[in-house]
């Protein structure tokens, strides 16, 4: 089970940092990722954080705004928003998927949480 927290409602270029805490099993060798979805929009791929070795993998347009992290120990996974744009605005998911690969397809990721919601207004 995925839990997602730390949406809300920020002005534009200000920033949020949500977390994806995970419980109920351990998530070792999962890679872990971050998708949203806009207002009459598919879900879409945003960041990936392998959960053994830290690599990282970003969308296009969220590179050099948003930094994805992980503590094992916790178990969770942050995602670290700057810079928000109105654009931004989404519910955000955490998903999971085992093994340590870097994917964006959505349908790859086995686990998902509820979503938290962005809003970042102009």
């Known amino acids: 089970q995925l839990v997602e927290s730390g949406g809300g409602l920020v002005q534009a270029g200000g920033s949020l940092k949500l977390s994806c805490t995970a419980s109920?099993?351990?998530?070792?060798?999962?890679?872990i990722a971050w998708f949203r979805q806009g207002p009459g929009k598919e879900r879409e791929f945003v960041s990936s954080i392998l959960w053994r070795w830290t690599n990282t993998h970003y969308a296009e347009f969220v590179k050099g705004r948003f930094t994805i992290s992980r503590d094992n120990d916790k178990k969770t996974a942050y995602l670290q928003m700057n810079t928000l744009k109105p654009e931004d605005t989404a519910v955000y998911y955490c998903a999971a998927k085992i093994g340590d690969d870097q994917v964006t397809v959505r349908t790859a990721y086995t686990y998902w949480g509820q979503g938290t919601q962005v809003t970042v207004s102009s």
């Open positions: 109920g099993r351990d998530f070792s060798g999962y890679t």
